[in-house]
């Protein structure tokens, strides 16, 4: 079972705002947004919620993650039009599906914030089973490692909606083996296109099999080809970690 602890900050005088962070296991839902006739995270959320919540407004997620992708940081908003305890919102998310869904932290907010628009940072993981540890961590640490910085993802993207903006600043690119003989990817950027994380883990993974030079998977993003990048890594091996946020949206 999941474990909760709920903490309560200052209220906002405008409007009733607030924040809660949550893990699932995402093996247990068809993806986080709503699809009709479908488990969904959302969907789950928005049955709970509704339940303990007064005029419950739109729920914003900081990631909707992908069917199989599993979160222990994942960080949600909502309104409501008149106050409700923390406790019997915590209440309320825990008994939604126990054992496959928690509230980690519930709070009542600013109403600027939003869990999405107001993030800043968001860190995933990634990992990868390699019991007979065949994978050459240290080459594709240097791999990823050389993609850190402001440029185009588009050759590590899936499905990008036309017009949107493939430039992205990828902060933190690691690579380790730990216990068990996982390989442990660890990514942070402000955001990533989708399926970004899985088809960067999928290609590193490749171009070290092949012996591929550090500058691999920097001379890919350069040509912005998706042809040349495999199909993502399975999605049951993705971890939304954490969301990071300006501590003065928080507060309020």
Do not use: N
Request: glycine share 8%; proline share 5%.
């Amino acid at each position: 079972m999941l474990s909760a602890s709920v903490l309560s900050c200052a209220p906002s005088m405008s409007r009733h705002t607030y924040r809660a962070v949550i893990a699932y296991d995402g093996t247990q839902f068809a993806g986080f947004a709503h699809v009709p006739g479908e488990r969904t995270v959302w969907s789950v959320l928005q049955s709970a919620l509704t339940s303990v919540v007064p005029g419950l407004g739109k729920l914003a997620a900081a990631g909707r993650t992908d069917r199989g992708v599993s979160a222990i940081g994942q960080v949600l908003s909502f309104h409501a039009s008149e106050p409700v305890s923390v406790d019997a919102i915590s209440r309320a998310l825990h008994e939604a599906a126990p054992g496959q869904l928690a509230a980690l932290d519930v709070r009542r907010c600013s109403s600027a914030f939003h869990a999405q628009y107001s993030a800043r940072q968001r860190r995933y993981l990634y990992l990868l089973p390699d019991p007979d540890e065949l994978l050459d961590v240290a080459r594709m640490d240097r791999m990823l490692g050389a993609l850190v910085g402001r440029r185009c993802f588009s050759a590590f993207a899936r499905s990008t909606p036309y017009g949107k903006d493939t430039i992205k600043t990828l902060s933190e690119a690691r690579v380790q083996r730990v216990m068990g003989g996982d390989v442990r990817f660890d990514f942070m950027a402000e955001s990533f296109l989708r399926k970004q994380v899985r088809v960067m883990v999928s290609t590193a993974v490749r171009e070290a099999s092949w012996g591929g030079d550090d500058d691999a998977l920097l001379r890919i993003a350069a040509a912005r080809d998706r042809e040349a990048t495999p199909h993502p890594a399975p999605a049951e091996g993705l971890v939304l970690v954490a969301v990071g946020y300006d501590p003065v949206k928080l507060r309020g």
